[in-house]
């Protein structure tokens, strides 16, 4: 019979995912998380291949990111990659926000298992949906949804 200790314990190239302590520690404790019940922008966006999925809100006051919520149905990699994005987003300027990338914020996590990094995709893409969601309100948007 196998130790599954062992497991924890074998090297990162076994195919075991190895989370660093920045990314565990917003994994077990994720900043930010919660609803904005009157945001000025909202997405939900999800990835159709592991069924996970996000709700971002946004506030914005004079083009900038007053406050940013969110609530992820998703893996350990998701929730502590959105954890971090809105850490970075917080403070930014509507244009600066949308150039966060997924690459920063893996960076901003000191990086993350090569088969988990399309994880933090959710929360950037969620981001710029929402941003996107703003600008509409604002009748700045290009989607031509005029809801
Ligand atoms: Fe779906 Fe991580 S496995 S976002």
């Not at 190239?13 to 904005?36: A, Q, T, W």
């Not at 350990?76 to 970075?88: D, H, K, R, V, Y």
Request: charged share 30%.
């Amino acid at each position: 019979m196998q130790d599954w200790r062992k497991l924890y314990e074998t090297p990162p190239e076994s195919g075991v995912l190895f989370y660093n302590e920045k990314v565990m520690d917003h994994f077990r404790h994720p900043r930010n998380v919660g609803e904005i019940p009157e945001a000025d922008g909202v997405a939900l966006v999800g990835d159709p291949r592991c069924g996970d999925h996000i709700r971002l809100y946004i506030k914005v006051k004079d083009d900038r990111i007053t406050e940013l919520r969110y609530k992820v149905f998703g893996c350990a990699a998701a929730i502590a990659t959105t954890s971090i994005l809105s850490e970075l987003a917080i403070g930014r300027r509507i244009e600066e926000a949308l150039e966060i990338t997924d690459d920063e914020v893996i960076k901003a996590a000191g990086g993350i298992p090569s088969g988990k990094a399309h994880c933090s995709l959710l929360g950037v893409v969620g981001l710029h949906y929402a941003i996107s969601d703003y600008l509409r309100r604002k009748g700045e948007g290009n989607s031509g949804d005029k809801r």
